[in-house]
C-alpha cells in the first residue's frame, strides 16, 4: 500500500498534537520548476516534484516561502506573481524589475500551483489533510488577492479550513478533507480566519494558544548530521516540558552545497533517519521525550515519510 491515503488507517481520531506527520522543507522548490536567481540550482532545489506528488508520497505538512517573480500573463504583459522561492538574500529587492524579490536562490512553483496540487490532493483523497505553513513572505497582499480570486471560484472555499480555535487541539475528523493554510505574523492584520487566514506562532513560555497553530523546534543551518542530531535531540528535550497546546518541527535537514548530494549520500538525512526514529521510540517508551509532531527533511519519498508515519500511535492497528 502507497502512503497515499495512510491517514486513512490511523485509529480512534486523534487530536492533531498526538499525530506525527513528515513534512517538506522548501516545499515549492523542486524538481524542474527553478528559474535560477545568481546561484547554481542544486543548492536551492528542496524536492523532487510539485506538492501533489510529495503528499502522494506521504508529506502532509509544507513549508512555503513566497517571493514575487516578474513574469509575462497570457497577454505577454509584464506582472508580478507569488511565487515559492529558497533564498540566502530573502529580502533583496532587484531594481531594475520592479518588485520582484529574492537573491542568491531560485524561484521555484508558483504559490497558486501550490494552493491548487493541495485542494486536488484532498479532493482526491478526502480522508487525508494537509498544511500549508506559509512563512518567509514579503508580499502578504499579493498572497491574499491570489487566495481571494481562487477561494471565489466554484466550490473551492469549501477545502479551505476556516475554523477559528486552537488546529493542534483539533481531532483528525475535523481536518479531514481539509488545506489548513496557517501564516506568519505579515497575515495577522487585516486578514480574516472565516477567509481561510489562520495565524502561526512560535511557542513561548507563558503565552498559551487560542486561535491558529503554533510551534515550537530549533532550527541551525548546519551540514554535518552529528550536529544535525544535536540540535533535534536537544529540541526534544526542551518540548517534553512545554505545555500540551502546540506542534513539535523537528528540522531533519542539512544546509550548504548541493542539498541533494547531502540528503542522500551514505552519510546524510536520509540514510540517518531510521536511527534518529529508533532513538524517539526508545526515549518516548521511557517517558523522556513527548512524540514529535512534525519531521519536516529535504526530497521527501515513500520510504522517508513511511518512517515517520509508522510512528503514530494506532497506525495500522
Same mark, same amino acid.
Given at each position: !500500500? ?136 514579503? %508580499? ?40 489548513? !493554510? ?31 497553530? %503554533? ?103
Amino acid at each position: !500500500m502507497t502512503n497515499a491515503m495512510w491517514m486513512s488507517k490511523i485509529q480512534n481520531d486523534p487530536q492533531l498534537i498526538n499525530m506525527v506527520l513528515p513534512a517538506s522543507h522548501d516545499a515549492g522548490v523542486y524538481g524542474d520548476s527553478l528559474s535560477r536567481v545568481a546561484a547554481p540550482k542544486r543548492y536551492a532545489r528542496c524536492q523532487g516534484s510539485n506538492i501533489y506528488n510529495q503528499a502522494f508520497a506521504g508529506s502532509r505538512v509544507f513549508d512555503v516561502r513566497v517571493f514575487l517573480k516578474r513574469v509575462k500573463d497570457e497577454k505577454g504583459k509584464s506582472v508580478v506573481e507569488p511565487t515559492m522561492g529558497h533564498f540566502a538574500m530573502e529580502k533583496f529587492k532587484w531594481p531594475k524589475i520592479g518588485k520582484s524579490t529574492g537573491a542568491l536562490g531560485a524561484y521555484g512553483g508558483s504559490f497558486m500551483t501550490a494552493v491548487k496540487d493541495a485542494v486536488a490532493y484532498v479532493k482526491t483523497y478526502p480522508t487525508e489533510f494537509l498544511i500549508l505553513r506559509i512563512s518567509h513572505t514579503y %508580499c502578504p497582499e499579493h498572497v491574499g488577492a491570489a487566495l481571494d480570486d481562487f477561494r471565489s471560484i466554484g466550490n473551492n472555499a469549501n477545502y479551505i479550513y476556516n475554523k477559528s480555535g486552537n488546529i493542534a487541539l483539533c481531532s483528525l475528523d475535523d481536518l479531514r478533507g481539509k488545506v489548513i !493554510m496557517v501564516f506568519a505574523s505579515e497575515f495577522h492584520k487585516g486578514f480574516t480566519p472565516q477567509n481561510g487566514y489562520l495565524p502561526m506562532y512560535k511557542y513561548e513560555a507563558g503565552s498559551p494558544t487560542v486561535s491558529g497553530l %503554533c510551534f515550537c523546534g530549533t532550527y541551525k543551518s548546519k551540514k554535518d548530521m552529528k550536529d544535525v542530531l544535536k540540535t533535534a535531540q536537544t529540541a526534544a528535550d526542551e518540548h517534553h516540558g512545554h505545555r500540551a497546546d502546540h506542534l513539535h518541527w523537528v528540522y531533519w535537514q542539512q544546509t550548504g552545497g548541493n542539498v541533494s548530494s547531502n540528503t542522500r549520500s551514505k552519510d546524510g538525512a536520509h540514510a540517518k533517519l531510521g536511527d534518529f526514529i529508533t532513538e524517539i521510540k526508545a526515549k518516548s517508551s521511557m517517558n523522556r521525550w513527548t512524540l514529535p509532531n512534525v519531521i519536516g527533511h529535504d526530497f521527501v519519498n515513500e520510504q522517508t515519510c513511511k518512517q515517520i508515519i509508522e510512528l503514530n500511535p494506532g497506525y495500522g492497528s
